[in-house]
Nanobody
Framework: QVQLVESGGELVQAGGSLRLSCAASERTFGRYAMGWFRQVPGKEREFVGAISKSDLNTYYADSVKPRFTISRDNAKNTMYLQMNSLKPEDTAVYYC??????????????????WGKGTLVTVSS
């Protein structure tokens, strides 16, 4: 069982930046593709981005290109989401996910084995 813990969510003004982190409990972190989803209350969860096990491939939702960047540090069992030029419509709870398959599968909302509990990002106008 992999536990995922997100951090870094907070209130920020439009145009600002935030970096979210996702720490994994699993020593074999490098065996998992990782990703981020977000959800606004009352709406479906939305794919944000995904990164392959080896950090060679990334995928992003059109709504966050090129403002968001995903990275990972397998030595620290941690994934990051750098968010720049934030907009009020980026306000959501952001969830970290892990999957044994591929980052592409995660981008299709498939092959997700674990979810974190989420961290709230609020962007004020």
């Amino acid at each position: 069982q992999v536990q995922l813990v997100e951090s870094g969510g907070e209130l920020v003004q439009a145009g600002g930046s935030l970096r979210l982190s996702c720490a994994a409990s699993e020593r074999t972190f490098g065996r998992y593709a990782m990703g981020w989803f977000r959800q606004v209350p009352g709406k479906e969860r939305e794919f944000v981005g995904a990164i392959s096990k080896s950090d060679l491939n990334t995928y992003y939702a059109d709504s966050v290109k090129p403002r968001f960047t995903i990275s990972r540090d397998n030595a620290k069992n941690t994934m990051y989401l750098q968010m720049n030029s934030l907009k009020p419509e980026d306000t959501a709870v952001y969830y970290c996910v892990a999957g044994r398959r591929t980052a592409w599968a995660i981008s299709q909302s498939e092959g997700i084995d674990y979810w974190g509990k989420g961290t709230l990002v609020t962007v004020s106008s």
